[in-house]
C-alpha cells in the first residue's frame, strides 16, 4: 500500500491546515513516522517526527506551530499546521523517517515516494 497525503491546499498567511497519511498498515512496526517537506528548487527535508510512545520532534523553524500525531488503529499519521507562513509552501509528504532533527539521527528506510500534498501559503 502506497503512502497517500493529502489536505493540502492554498491558505492565507496565518491560517492553518491538517494533513493525513494513510496507508501505514504496512509500515506498522516503524517505530518513528515523519512528514518531509520540498520546496521548489530544494532538497526535501524532514520537517517533525513522531514516535511510537508519543514522542515528538520538529524542525526549528515549525516547532510552536505545528503538530505531528499518529493514530496508530487507524494506521494514520497527521501533520496539524497552524501559523501558516510562505515560507512552509512547499509539497509535503509521510515517510518513515531518515535524517537528523532536534539532535536525533534516524535510519528508517523510507518507503516508496507518494505523490504528496501541496500547501501553498499566499495572501
Known amino acids: 500500500v502506497q503512502l497517500q497525503a493529502s489536505g493540502g491546499g492554498l491558505v492565507r498567511p496565518g491560517g492553518s491546515l491538517r494533513l493525513s497519511c494513510v496507508g501505514l498498515?504496512?509500515?506498522?512496526?516503524?517505530?518513528?513516522m515523519a512528514w518531509y517537506r520540498q520546496s521548489p528548487g530544494k532538497q526535501r527535508e524532514l520537517v517533525a517526527v513522531?514516535?511510537?510512545?508519543?514522542?515528538?520532534s520538529y524542525e526549528d523553524s515549525v516547532k510552536g506551530r505545528f503538530t505531528i500525531s499518529r493514530d496508530i488503529a487507524r494506521a494514520s499519521l497527521y501533520l496539524q499546521m497552524n501559523s501558516l507562513q510562505p515560507d512552509d509552501t512547499a509539497v509535503y509528504y509521510c515517510?518513515?523517517?531518515?535524517?537528523?532533527?532536534?539532535?536525533?539521527?534516524?535510519?528508517?528506510?523510507?518507503?516508496?515516494w507518494g505523490r504528496g500534498t501541496q500547501v501553498t501559503v499566499s495572501s
Open positions: 515517510n518513515a523517517a531518515r535524517g537528523l532533527l532536534s539532535g536525533t539521527r534516524y535510519s528508517h528506510f523510507p518507503r516508496p
Open positions: 498498515e504496512s509500515i506498522a512496526s516503524i517505530n518513528s
Open positions: 513522531h514516535t511510537i510512545g508519543d514522542t515528538t
